[in-house]
């Protein structure tokens, strides 16, 4: 019979230890604040910190673990500066992008600032701040994004939409989508999977929304975490759609003998749980998640 206390403590402790501390959350804040107005400088002939921006990513989607990892936005761009681009005879996204990592090399010009596909990323030692340089549509909350590909081209993205999309899963899942998600990015990080957060995001909803799981809670943690890397490798060369553009994401099959192994090893730990072998339990969740939860609780 399964020892509810320690099934319980243990995945408590576990998404406790992957919250960042206030002193990364301080940081964090203030490099984007430090960025936000460094391009307020450039474009706007100002220095607010917050202005013609905004979070995207885990920031805006509160989905965001320890270690630190990047720091998205978008920094919407005056209107004069994409008519200006217009005069470009080649590749004017390119060109656009080039302009910002320019302003942002100018400003910091210690830290590596490189180009990245849409996104311009300011590396620091804590922590990299990805800019998406966009502009604003008629569209409510619809932006243009560069795309430097085959000569060039303007992308529509929703990016709040996203986060509105995972906020109401996260609201009819009992709070239950947030935390699955940030034990996935943990998942990720130690073994390396090869498949995008935003991908994760986007299962872990598919898969809550359809589980028997879906109303409990820490109790329930270990079956979650099992049947959802089942029904993942369900979803090997399949796809996803995109909240706001419904634009489809290929999910591809590289990160499948992770999830397999990943499988394996959670219907291991399940059944020693059940068991009520804490200890072995506990050193199959580490094979899977690592450190941060508990072996012993």
Avoid at 138 to 166: F, I, M, Q
């Amino acid at each position: 019979m399964t020892d509810s206390a320690h099934v319980t403590n243990r995945f408590e402790r576990f998404v406790a230890n992957l919250e960042l501390t206030s002193a990364q959350i301080v940081d964090g804040q203030t490099k984007y604040a430090g960025v936000v107005s460094c391009l307020n400088a450039a474009y706007y002939g100002h220095g607010s910190k917050h202005l013609n921006s905004f979070l995207i990513g885990s920031w805006a989607k509160d989905t965001k673990i320890r270690p630190p990892r990047d720091v998205d936005l978008y920094f919407v761009l005056p209107a004069a500066v994409y008519h200006r681009h217009e005069g470009y005879v080649i590749n004017k996204q390119s060109a656009l992008l080039q302009e910002v990592k320019a302003r942002l090399i100018k400003a910091y010009p210690t830290s590596a600032i490189k180009g990245n596909g849409p996104v311009v990323v300011a590396g620091f030692a804590t922590y990299n701040v990805e800019v998406v340089p966009a502009f604003a549509l008629v569209e409510e909350r619809a932006y243009w994004v560069c795309d430097a590909r085959n000569g060039g081209s303007y992308k529509v993205t929703k990016p709040l939409h996203e986060v509105d999309a995972l906020e109401d899963a996260d609201l009819r899942n009992a709070g239950n989508v947030r935390r699955l998600i940030r034990m996935l990015k943990a998942w990720q990080a130690w073994c390396s999977v090869p498949l995008k957060s935003f991908y994760l995001e986007l299962l872990a909803v598919e898969f809550l929304d359809k589980s028997q799981w879906r109303p409990n809670g820490y109790l329930y943690y270990h079956l979650i975490c099992r049947d959802f890397f089942k029904f993942l490798i369900t979803k090997a060369d399949s796809f996803v759609f995109v909240p706001g553009t419904y634009d489809i994401v290929w999910l591809e099959s590289a990160w499948l003998p992770r999830a397999q192994s990943a499988y394996g090893r959670a219907a291991k730990a399940c059944n020693l749980e059940h068991g009520n072998f804490m200890l072995e339990a506990g050193d199959e969740w580490q094979r899977i998640f690592g450190m941060d939860i508990p072996r012993s609780v």
